[in-house]
């Protein structure tokens, strides 16, 4: 490999230093079809490679560490392409979060940076009856309190929609979820993930992830509507005066909404549109955008939102199965061992997935590499030690950690029992590594978080 990505700036964080615990980070809104932009630039490697045998000096006291409980870890040198060491590098064990790491490679890969999610309102089968249909994005907001910037929001969607209709009469709202298919919990989820906040029912249309509130608490606990499309479809009513909503399905029909900046043209007939006559539809940030929310926050909803993209890129049924099965397929074609995950949600909240760590090396190293410029997107999104998302308040203590604050950039995963960490960062030699560290049935979660952040800290120190 000639050529390797270097990390040459902290990246979306600079922006982020004021952010609050609570609200997601403030970022401009974003232009139009953005093309990739990549915080990873290709460079030529620095330095020499690593010597194997001085790396497993310096990790394995670390990695044996009674905090961290079983551990499987690969670590790699992007540039040279060398394992500079491996602990059961192809056994797969629980990963967590670092699921979201192949959520969105293969989301990108599948979709492009630039790609879109759509919510569209259309006339229904029956006069002053219109259908609000959920195009999957999850980051929909209410009003301008949005959770995430730039959002799309049900306010904009009644005004279009009130234009359209003219003084045309709306009586019922009906809510059509049908883009996403079978049952809206995982295998594998705790009986009291909903209920504590961690994730919502997994339905196609929802605001600001399923939330009650547009916040974000950095350890979980925002509290999710029961039924998330139901409530976006009350919001959405309200807007036009409505009361009665209920689920449905839209007719099939013609889009005529008007482009954005395009005068709309009063309903004939007050209103009486053909079945299916679009009537409005708002578009969210670029995929890019979305991913790195999920990435940043490590937001489980975006990330089932995310991985039923890659379904529906795949002409596959938009569900969990659909999902892990599109992902494996995607892998494939990327030349990744799709075998060496076994998949059950996105999301890595499921206790039942499994991932090998060689398989997140290998895809970190693709993204890191330069031949799939998508990929490389997957960077911007990924916390940065003491610095931002869920590594902000990591590589604090003990001292040594301190050293790779700003240098690694990594997906957490947390579960009961199982902490992991999957990134890169850049050795004080130069060199870019991808590693991931995934141990298991540790005594204490905090002790392990700080255990998995010494071996990170360890290898940017690493004169090997």
Known sequence: MAAVGLVVRPGPVDGWLGASETTAPTTPPPSP????????????AQGTTPDTAAVKAALDPLVGASALGSVNVQVLDVASDTV?????????????????VLTAATALAARGPAYRFETRVVAGENPGEIVIVGGGDVTLGVNKKTLFPGAARLDDLAAQVRRKLGSAEVTKVLVDTSLFTGPETATGWGGGDIGDGQVARVQSLMTNGGRVAPVHND??????????????GKAFAK????????????????????????????????????????????????LVQVVEWMLQMSDNVLAEAIGRQVALAADKPASFEGTADAMGEKLTELGLPAEEALLYDA?????????????????????AGGEQAALSNLFNGLPVAGWSGTLRTRFV?????????????????TLSGVNTLAGVLITRDGRVLAFAIMAKGGPSASAAKVALDRVAARL????C
């Open 460 to 463: 940017v120190q690493c004169g």
């Open 84 to 100: 500079l060491y491996e602990r059961k590098p192809d056994g797969m064990t629980t990963p967590a979060s670092t699921t979201k």
């Open 397 to 413: 203590t003990p001292s040594p950690n301190r050293s790779a604050q700003g240098i690694v950039r990594a997906k957490t995963g």
């Open 219 to 232: 350890q979980g606990g925002d509290p999710r509507f029961s039924d998330p499309a139901l409530a976006a």
């Open 33 to 44: 079809d953005p093309d990739p932009t990549p915080v990873l630039a290709a460079a030529e």
């Open 347 to 367: 999301s890595g909240l499921s206790n039942r997935n499994a991932i090998s760590p060689a398989l997140l090396v290998r895809t970190l190293a693709l993204a």
């Open 239 to 286: 807007f036009l005066g409505v009361t009665s909503v209920s689920r449905g399905t839209a007719p099939e029909g013609e889009a005529s909404a008007p482009t954005e900046g395009e005068a709309s043209a009063p309903a004939e007939a007050e209103g009486e549109m053909a079945p299916g006559t679009e009537l409005g539809k708002v578009e969210s940030p670029p």
